[in-house]
């Protein structure tokens, strides 16, 4: 059973900095494409950041909404990947979802085979 349980997420203020992680079990992690997507009250799920698979050299892709400010990396052997986030704006405040798919490259969420349940992530101005 595949599972992705996120965490880090937090109540913080406008310019701080939080590290979100997601943890992955049940699947051969190394081998596929994660993402970061969020989605914000009222407000449709939006691709926030992706990495490809493989053991080194990722490619990544970022919404121009966190570029520069985001950065998504992971960990093979720990089967986990990680967004930290930087000068955080009350416009991030999202329920921030891991997901992990078998396509690269890709921008469209039904490519991702697998979800999370999601952090709450909330910036205050």
């Known amino acids: 059973q595949v599972q992705l349980v996120e965490s880090g997420g937090g109540l913080v203020q406008t310019g701080d900095s939080l590290r979100l992680s997601c943890a992955a079990s049940?699947?051969?992690?190394?081998?596929?494409?994660m993402g970061w997507y969020r989605q914000a009250p009222g407000k449709e799920r939006e691709l926030v950041a992706t990495i490809s698979s493989g053991s080194v050299a990722w490619d990544t892709y970022y919404a121009h909404s966190v570029k520069g400010r985001f950065t998504i990396s992971r960990d093979n052997a720990k089967k986990t990947v990680f967004l930290q986030m930087n000068g955080l704006k009350p416009e991030d405040t999202a329920v921030y979802y891991c997901?992990?798919?078998?396509?690269?490259?890709?921008?469209?969420?039904?490519?991702?085979?697998?979800w999370g349940k999601g952090t709450l992530v909330t910036v205050s101005s």
């Open positions: 997901a992990a798919g078998s396509k690269w490259p890709t921008t469209d969420d039904n490519d991702m085979r697998y």
């Open positions: 049940g699947l051969t992690f190394g081998s596929y494409t």
